[in-house]
């Protein structure tokens, strides 16, 4: 893995500038502006329309660059959106065992990605891909708490460097219809590295370690790739369910 050399303080800038669109979503963006052309020649008053829905799919596969988080025994987000759910609850069994997240009972914290949020996701933490499940199921709504066990769902194992295990899961929403894994077992990541994303709409599930102190609270947005959620032996944060 190729190291970046921190620049100087002061002889650096940084500008905004427009997120580029993932190229896995390009394709759709084509798509639509194949058909506003036909609706220009066919339908002209439904181009305006038609370009307004374009606009829309570019944004929703839009890519930008995330700046992640530096230090030990950090969990950042995987996902952008608001939590919505942080409580104990068991492993998922697809997880579970003395090679995975063991048995009992973690804290998760949910993340819910509407069809505006940013829909690439992102790896919680630096390691080794241990685990790809992916479960065909359901389109319950996301904010639904059975959606974790119901929906169509990849859960995702990563083993981080001191051992301790990071797992988190994809789940397809009323409008989400493909969950798109970038990486497979074997894989050696980044923090905040894009494993995936899920198409229109959808939520992640993060399973803290056990000495894993959530760092979020209900109703907080989290940034795929820069909100911490979770600190080893951090201080609880007010509001969280404990």
């Known amino acids: 893995m190729a190291s970046l050399e921190k620049p100087e303080i002061g002889t650096t800038t940084v500008k ?3 997120p580029s669109v993932h190229p896995e979503g390009r394709k759709y963006v084509l798509i639509a502006l194949v058909l506003t052309f036909i ?3 066919v339908w002209d008053f439904l181009t305006w329309p038609m370009l307004g829905l374009t606009l829309w799919v570019a944004a ?12 030990e025994g950090l969990v950042t987000s995987p996902a952008d959106g608001l939590v919505t759910m942080i409580r104990r609850v068991p492993v998922p069994p697809e ?5 995975g997240l063991g048995e009992g009972e ?5 993340i819910f990605m509407s069809v505006f949020d940013v829909h690439i996701n992102r790896t919680p933490i630096a390691g080794t891909i241990r685990r790809v499940v992916y479960i065909s199921g359901k389109f319950l709504n996301a904010d639904l708490d059975k959606a974790s066990e119901e929906n169509e769902r990849q859960h995702v194992l990563v083993e981080g460097p001191d051992g301790r295990m990071v797992g988190f899961t994809q789940i397809a929403g009323l409008v989400a ?4 894994s970038f990486v497979k077992p074997g894989d050696m ?6 494993v995936g994303l899920i198409r229109f709409g959808s939520r992640v599930d993060v399973y ?4 894993t102190v959530c760092q979020v609270t209900l109703g907080q947005r989290a940034i795929a790739g820069e909100t911490v959620l979770g600190r080893v032996g951090g201080v609880p944060v007010v509001g969280v369910e404990q």
């Not at 973690?106 to 949910?110: G, Y």
Request: glycine share 8%.
């Open 39 to 41: 609706m220009w020649l």
């Open 189 to 194: 990541i980044a923090t905040g590295q894009r």
């Open 177 to 180: 219809r493909r969950i798109v």
């Open 106 to 110: 973690l804290e998760r914290v949910s």
């Open 208 to 211: 803290l370690p056990a000495d």
């Open 60 to 71: 929703f596969f839009r890519d930008p660059v995330r700046v992640t988080p530096e230090g």
């Open 95 to 99: 997880m579970a065992g003395p090679d």
């Open 16 to 18: 905004w500038r427009f």
